[in-house]
C-alpha cells in the first residue's frame, strides 16, 4: 500500500488555466506538507498543514491554495497557471519528526 | 534557518564505502542533523539523523564531529540503488516543523 499518494501523475497544462493536484496518506499522521522542487532542483516548503489547520505558509503567491477536507488528505489549488510554475510538487506527511513523501507530480505550463 | 554545505557531487564504485561530507559550522545547539536522500524520479526519503553521538541504522551510519561542525554520512557497501542525491539537514529540537532542502551531493555509483 503506498503511504502517500499524489495525482496526477503528470499535468501538462496551458497558463492561465486552474488546476488542482490531490494528495492522501494512509499513515495515520497528523502533519501534512507541500513542498517545490523547480528546474534547478531545489526542493522548497510552501505549506503545512497539522489537524486540517494551516501552520506554515512560506511566501507563495495566493494563487496557490491548499485545502485539507480532513487530515488524510491536502489538495492543492493552482488559479492562473504562470510558466514558472512548472516544478515538480511534493506532498508529505509525518507525525513528530520524519516526514514520508509522495512520489511528485510533474506539472508542466506551455 | 542553519546553513549546510555539501560537495556538488561525489563518484564511487559498487560495494565499497562511499563517506558523504557536510559542514554545518553555524550549527547552535539544539539543531539536530538529518540526512535524507531523493532517488531519481521519486520523492527525498529519511535516512539517518543524531544530534551528538553517531548513530548507526539499517541504511548508512551517521559520524558527528566532535564539535559538531561537521558530519559524515556512511554507506558501508554502495550498490548500483544508492545512487541518488543526499541532503543534510539541520532541523531545530524544537520550532517550525519543516525541512529546508539545500542543493545536496548527487552521488553517483559506478558497477
Known amino acids: 500500500d503506498t503511504a502517500v499518494s499524489q495525482t496526477p501523475k503528470y499535468l501538462v497544462t496551458q497558463m492561465g488555466n486552474d488546476k488542482s493536484i490531490k494528495c492522501e496518506q494512509n499513515l495515520g499522521h497528523d502533519t501534512m506538507y507541500w513542498y517545490k522542487q523547480d528546474s534547478k532542483k531545489f526542493l522548497k516548503i510552501m505549506f503545512s498543514y497539522n489537524n486540517k489547520e494551516l501552520i506554515i505558509n512560506e511566501t507563495v503567491p495566493n494563487r496557490f491554495s491548499p485545502k485539507s477536507p480532513d487530515k488524510a488528505h491536502l489538495n492543492l489549488h493552482i488559479n492562473s497557471l504562470e510558466l514558472g510554475d512548472s516544478a515538480v510538487y511534493f506532498c508529505?506527511?509525518?507525525?513528530?519528526?520524519?516526514?514520508?513523501f509522495g512520489p511528485g507530480t510533474r506539472l508542466l505550463v506551455l | 534557518d542553519a546553513k549546510t554545505t555539501q560537495p556538488n557531487s561525489m563518484e564511487s564504485n559498487e560495494e565499497e564505502p562511499v563517506h558523504l561530507p557536510c559542514n554545518h559550522s553555524?550549527?547552535?545547539?539544539?539543531?539536530?542533523i538529518h540526512w535524507y536522500r531523493q532517488l531519481p524520479s521519486q520523492g527525498p526519503e529519511y535516512v539517518i539523523h543524531?544530534?551528538?553521538s553517531n548513530v548507526n541504522n539499517r541504511m548508512a551510519s551517521l559520524a558527528i564531529a566532535e564539535d559538531r561542525k561537521s558530519s559524515t554520512l556512511i554507506l558501508h557497501r554502495a550498490t548500483l540503488r544508492d545512487a541518488a542525491v543526499y541532503y543534510c539537514?539541520?532541523?531545530?529540537?524544537?520550532?517550525?516543523?519543516?525541512?529546508?532542502f539545500g542543493q545536496g551531493t548527487r552521488l553517483t555509483i559506478n558497477p
Open positions: 508529505a506527511s509525518s507525525q513528530g519528526r520524519h516526514p514520508y
Open positions: 543524531g544530534l551528538t
Open positions: 553555524t550549527i547552535s545547539g539544539t539543531d539536530y
Open positions: 539537514i539541520l532541523r531545530p529540537f524544537q520550532g517550525a516543523q519543516k525541512l529546508v
